[in-house]
């Protein structure tokens, strides 16, 4: 279902076309809290909570920018939201000041696959870094699209993409090959 | 390993999900919470008309002791004067139920 008629549906009260929803947009909102809330238990909990804002919200979105763009935004918002509540540290901090833990003593690295590697390197970067990453490679977001879901200026999220990229490069590079399983 | 090799490996583990289960009924939950809030709105909905209702009472009780000794209507003319506000009033109270109540009403 396109996303206006489904939209135009929740809003007459169509219960079935807000389930539709959810299930459309679940996998976004998970990629988006995931990334920036480490607590397993509050996830599920705050993604819930996402889609209860997205319903009571929903008149008020005006089709001038994809609903999926929309929903990332209110995802991104509540979780930063939930970090402050938790006193976490969410203004800029410099990716080069952060000390990246990599499992050299018991050999992690080897154990896993790349993916997995690369994934814990990601979760240790800033906020910031760990929301553009999963806006352009999870889920294909354009700088335009980023940029309105975190209102960063474009080239802030250019140069946290490349940044970050050359950061896990770098860091992964001494890895590659050395893992059991392929990806 | 050659560097563009390493750097596509690096783009697919980046496009690579992340692995977070959510419960099997996860939009049941969902539909839940807002059946909650729902509750808890029309309760805030009731006590704002409960509390409409008795400012009423008490204006009314007041109204009859300031005009009970009194055997004239010659103050009724005055009242019309609050016609407007009273129209205002009843606009407010139809776009509160549109908005808060008919609307959610239907979902749940």
Excluded at chain 1, 43 to 51: A, G, K, P, T
Excluded at chain 1, 62 to 87: C, E, G, P, Q
Excluded at chain 1, 125 to 141: A, D, H, S
Excluded at chain 2, 10 to 15: D, I, N, S
Aim: proline share 2%.
């Amino acid at each position: 279902m396109e996303d206006k008629v489904l939209v135009l549906e929740v809003l007459k009260g169509d219960q079935w076309a807000f389930r539709q929803l959810i299930d459309k947009y679940q996998r976004l909102v998970v990629h988006m809290v995931a990334r920036l809330v480490d607590d397993d238990r509050d996830r599920e909990e705050l993604c819930q909570d996402v889609f209860v804002k997205v319903y009571e919200s929903l008149d008020t979105f005006k089709f001038d920018a994809k609903l999926s763009t929309w929903i990332a935004t209110i995802s991104y918002r509540m979780a930063v939201n939930h970090l402050r509540k938790r006193n976490r540290k969410i203004e800029e901090q410099d990716l080069e000041a952060v000390h990246f833990s990599i499992g050299q003593e018991d050999h992690s690295v080897e154990r896993t696959d790349y993916a997995t590697f690369i994934h814990s390197l990601i979760a240790q970067m800033p906020v910031n870094y760990r929301t553009v990453l999963t806006l352009y490679y999870l889920e294909g977001f354009s700088y335009p699209e980023i940029v309105k879901v975190t209102e960063m200026p474009e080239g802030t999220v250019k140069n946290y993409l490349f940044r970050a990229k050359q950061k896990l490069r770098a860091l992964s590079e001494p890895y590659v090959g050395k893992e059991i399983h392929d990806l | 390993m050659r560097q563009d090799e390493i750097d596509q490996k690096l783009e697919e583990a980046l496009k690579r999900p992340v692995e977070v289960s959510m419960s099997a009924e996860f939009s049941d939950r969902v539909l839940a919470k807002i059946g909650k809030r729902e509750v808890l709105m029309d309760r805030s909905v009731k006590w704002v008309y409960g509390l409409a209702m008795f400012g009423f009472l008490v204006s009314a009780s007041v109204c009859l002791l300031i005009f009970a000794d009194r055997d004239t209507l010659v103050y009724l003319p005055q009242i019309g004067v609050w016609g407007l506000l009273i129209g205002v009033m009843v606009m407010a109270i139809q776009w509160l139920d549109h908005k808060l109540v008919r609307k959610k009403a239907q979902l749940i």
